[in-house]
């Protein structure tokens, strides 16, 4: 069975750092996993992902510069270093993995269907 757990959220300054961490246990196939976001009364979003074999990497928009996702394969981990935050970054971010052997049109990295997902972690960006 799959797990995510998350660690590394808290409160932050405008302007300063976090980095986010994503623990996988339960399997070894894995081809993408990615970060979501998600505040109250809207739909969850992705924020950013990453092609589990080789290293590539997807964004959205307003992360661009600001965000790092990367992965280190020999701890089954994955990270979210976020630079520069803005207030407007506070959700609880999403951890998320994708279910080997299926294709999900539309998603980061292409064809990744998120069918695992971790618990979430509260990110609080103070003015």
């Known amino acids: 069975q799959v797990k995510l757990r998350e660690t590394g959220g808290g409160l932050v300054q405008a302007g300063g750092s976090l980095k986010l961490s994503c623990e996988a246990s339960?399997?070894?196939?894995?081809?993408?996993m990615g970060w979501f976001r998600q505040v109250p009364g809207k739909e969850r979003e992705f924020v950013a992902g990453?092609?589990?074999?080789?290293?590539?990497?997807y964004y959205e928009e307003s992360v661009k510069g600001r965000f790092t996702i990367s992965r280190d394969t020999t701890k089954n981990t994955m990270f979210l270093q976020m630079d520069s935050l803005k207030r407007e970054d506070a959700a609880v971010y999403y951890c998320a993995a994708d279910a080997p052997h299926t294709y999900c049109a539309g998603t980061l990295p292409p064809g990744t269907c998120y069918n695992y997902w971790g618990q979430g972690t509260q990110v609080t960006v103070s003015s």
């Open positions: 339960g399997r070894s196939d894995t081809y993408a």
């Open positions: 990453i092609n589990w074999p080789f290293g590539t990497t």
